[in-house]
């Protein structure tokens, strides 16, 4: 991936770009925080037994998990750009589409999905802020992009 200097960017660009990937990292981890308190609905509404729920949690977690080790190297090889916003849109869509089934099967699947989405978080992300700023303020960035997941 080209750095900072190689891609001629201002300082502005490389702020929204941290801000943005911030704002990203965040909307993941609202997804999934809301996600365990809403059990009790789900559990009324739709049936699931508390296993079912826990397994759906396993399942986003464990995808989320075991896919950042396969989308690092693809950002490497294949830029971040276009994983970070495929991931993302992977993400929102998966968790979209929870909301419109009522069954375990396919919340689960789409859960999964999600999770493989919202994967491109941390390896990618992380990668691009550092290909983005310079020495001097990669703290700074890495400190904002940190803080979106917090506030998420």
Known sequence: MKGRNELHLTDAIVRRIVLLVATGHGYIHVCLVAFPPIFPVLNRELGLTYTELGLLSTGVAFSLGLSQLIVGPLSDRFGRKWL???????????????????????LLFFQVLGGIGGSVMHPVALALVTDVTSTRHRGKSMAVHGAGSMLG
């Open 84 to 106: 970070l916003l495929g991931g993302l849109l992977l993400f929102s869509v998966a968790t979209g589409v929870c909301g419109l089934v009522s069954t375990f099967w396919p």
